[in-house]
């Protein structure tokens, strides 16, 4: 197997990245199967979100098991990330709205906002990814993608969802809390990875990294992002369902 054909990267950074990517299939396949299997265990009116959880594990370890693949073989196609993330993003948002507590009518009003942005965040920050280092085209799609990213963020820590958040008390509302921090602390793997896999760009300047070190970087900092963002993010989410369901006097049979 010639790994360093992939991204030009050979000895230790080839075999790290290999390694991550290995973990991120089997991480993302036993969460997948996990979450299906847990389904009965929270009442029914939050099924949907461990239904969420195991679709965006599913989807994402479809991915990566393709960039795994591809990267084994010594070829390499950034969109497969994106089209992740396209996919898995948007059910992210929903499915935290499905355990936040809020009501119907603002959950139908919020999520289809939630969902559009996510949307948006991702598929405007494609072709900033793939622009030319140092161009205009990539400094300003990242700045459209950013604007997205903020208004989900601004939603879940100031709008309806992030005041229906900090409503909540005891177990539960520690629970969401963590939620929110989890994903911002994800989401700011992004941006970072984004500006860093600009050579040219201020952030690879002041760290000095270039070529194979911002690369080994940038996908092994993508992927445990993304284990953290689904697999883990998806257990925090099943967490809030039971705590919910036990306390609305559900018991799985």
Not at 13 to 33: C, R
Not at 185 to 195: H, K, S
Not at 203 to 220: C, K, R, Y
Request: neutral net charge; hydrophobic residues 50%.
């Amino acid at each position: 197997m010639d790994m360093q054909n992939a991204l030009g990267l050979s000895g230790g950074q080839a075999e790290l990245v290999y390694n991550s990517f290995s973990f991120a299939v089997a991480a993302m396949g036993i969460a997948f199967v996990y979450f299906l299997v847990s389904r009965n265990r929270v009442a029914p009116a939050y099924r949907s979100a461990l239904t969420m959880s195991a679709m965006i594990c599913g989807i994402a370890a479809y991915h990566y098991w393709r960039i795994f693949g591809n990267y084994a073989a010594g070829t390499w196609n950034e969109g497969y990330r994106y089209a992740d993330w396209l996919l898995t993003v948007p059910l992210l948002v929903a499915e935290l709205v499905v355990v936040a507590g809020l009501a119907k009518d603002v959950a139908r009003k919020v999520t289809p906002r939630l969902v559009a942005a996510a949307l948006l965040m991702v598929a405007t920050g494609y072709p900033g990814e793939t622009a030319a280092d140092g161009s205009s085209a990539r400094l300003v799609w990242g700045i459209i993608s950013s604007v997205f990213m903020l208004y989900v963020l601004y939603e879940l820590f100031a709008g309806e969802v992030g005041k229906a958040l900090k409503s909540q008390s005891g177990a539960i509302g520690k629970k969401l809390n963590n939620i929110r921090y989890l994903l911002l602390f994800t989401w700011g793997v992004y941006p970072i990875a984004y500006i860093l896999g600009d050579e040219k760009s201020w952030l690879a300047d002041a760290l000095n990294l270039s070529g194979s070190d911002a690369t080994t970087a940038i996908q092994v900092g993508y992927t445990i992002a993304d284990v953290l963002a689904k697999p883990v993010y998806g257990l925090v989410i099943m967490s809030v369902a039971l705590a919910r369901s036990e306390s609305e006097g559900y018991k799985a049979a």
